[in-house]
């Protein structure tokens, strides 16, 4: 089992940056395959961003594509969401989530993921 803790949202304004971290304990961070998610206000939870155990494969939406960096830092325990350009369409709790590490490729749906974190708010002003 592993425990997730977020940080680094906040309020900016448009075309700006922020980055988000998550730090991982428990269970070994290796053993998991990374992912971030958001939540707008009445919608769905949409994959954003993810990254394999390894951080050989990543993989973004089409909307934060060329805008989002996904990261790890094994020997931190730590996933990382650099967001740059930001647009107040981006506006959202962000989730950090991890699953089993045995995907090949990066899961896009919330049913790849085990462990959830908190969330922290991210809110983009125009």
């Known amino acids: 089992q592993v425990q997730l803790v977020e940080s680094g949202g906040g309020l900016v304004q448009a075309g700006g940056s922020l980055r988000l971290s998550c730090v991982a304990s428990?269970?070994?961070?290796?053993?998991?395959?990374m992912g971030w998610f958001r939540q707008a206000p009445g919608k769905e939870r949409e994959f954003v961003a993810g990254?394999?155990?390894?951080?050989?494969?990543?993989d973004y939406t089409d909307s934060v594509k060329g805008r989002f960096t996904i990261s790890r830092d094994n020997a931190k325990s730590t996933v990382y969401l650099q967001m740059n350009s930001l647009k107040p369409e981006d506006t959202a709790v962000y989730y950090c989530a991890a699953g089993p590490r045995y995907y090949t490729t990066v899961r896009k749906t919330s049913s790849g993921y085990d462990y959830w974190g908190q969330g922290t708010q991210v809110t983009v002003s125009s």
């Open positions: 990254i394999r155990w390894d951080g050989v494969s990543t």
């Open positions: 428990g269970r070994s961070f290796t053993s998991y395959a």
